[in-house]
């Protein structure tokens, strides 16, 4: 069975500190993976994708995430963060059929 | 483009009331529909999902039901609503058999019952 885990439920850093954000998962092939972002009351927002090709990933705000199947892990990365990226964020996997997975998320407070 | 459109925004409801959230997509046809639901400092929990006009499947048993009237809308009710019923709730798509797409979410639905 697939599955994702985020390993941080909470992280805090200060504004303009560099990001990086856990994501593992367990699937049996190539999972297509996803990094969502969701802002207090708002819905989901997709953030990247990986599905093939290069294994590192640019995405909207500023992020990136590297897919490495050695480690089974997608970890999103953000050069300097800003106090607008405040958020939960969500990783996500699909098998290429119709359902995604989704870890149990990271909620990242920054500190100014 | 497609869009995906959620109502009302916030909703306080009666322990016992019965309750209707929708969910509409414009743009595309026949796609698979999701009902989610997040807990206070929870993560996702899916509650339903949909294939087709009047095809639902539940994931986990509960006060709360779903239909699909129509290709692109999708209904999330209940006859009476419990306190555990509280919480956040989102409606998405995708595009069948394009799994590399991901989901679009809607903006969701915050749900009080008091």
């Known amino acids: 069975a697939q599955s994702v885990t985020q390993p941080d439920i909470h992280i805090t850093v200060s504004e303009g500190a560099s990001l990086e954000l856990r994501c593992n998962y367990s699937?049996?092939?190539?999972?297509?993976l996803f990094w969502y972002v969701q802002s207090p009351g708002q819905g989901l927002q997709l953030l990247l994708k990986?599905?093939?090709?290069?294994?590192l990933v640019q995405g909207i705000k500023g992020f990136e995430a590297e897919f490495k199947r050695s480690q089974s892990s997608f970890n999103l990365r953000k050069p300097s963060v800003h106090w607008s990226d405040a958020a939960e964020y969500f990783c996500?996997?699909?098998?290429?059929?119709?359902?995604?997975?989704f870890g149990g998320g990271t909620r990242l407070m920054v500190k100014p | 483009s497609q869009t995906i459109h959620q109502w009302p925004a916030t909703l306080v409801q009666p322990v016992g009331s019965p309750l209707s959230l929708e969910c509409t997509v414009e743009?595309?046809?026949?796609?698979?529909l999701y009902w989610y639901r997040q807990a206070a400092g929870r993560g996702l929990q899916l509650l339903f999902y949909?294939?087709?006009?009047?095809?639902i499947s539940s994931e986990v048993p509960q006060n709360l039901s779903a239909s699909r009237p129509q290709d692109r809308q999708f209904i999330l009710s209940s006859k009476k609503l419990l306190l555990s019923d509280s919480g956040f709730y989102l409606c998405?798509?995708?595009?069948?058999?394009?799994?590399?797409?991901?989901?679009?979410f809607g903006s969701g639905t915050r749900l009080t019952v008091v």
């Open positions: 998405a798509w995708s595009t069948p058999g394009q799994g590399f797409y991901g989901y679009t």
């Open positions: 699937y049996g092939a190539t999972p297509y």
């Open positions: 990986y599905f093939s090709g290069d294994t």
């Open positions: 996500a996997l699909n098998n290429a059929g119709n359902m995604l997975t």
């Open positions: 743009g595309t046809s026949n796609p698979n």
């Open positions: 949909s294939v087709g006009i009047g095809q």
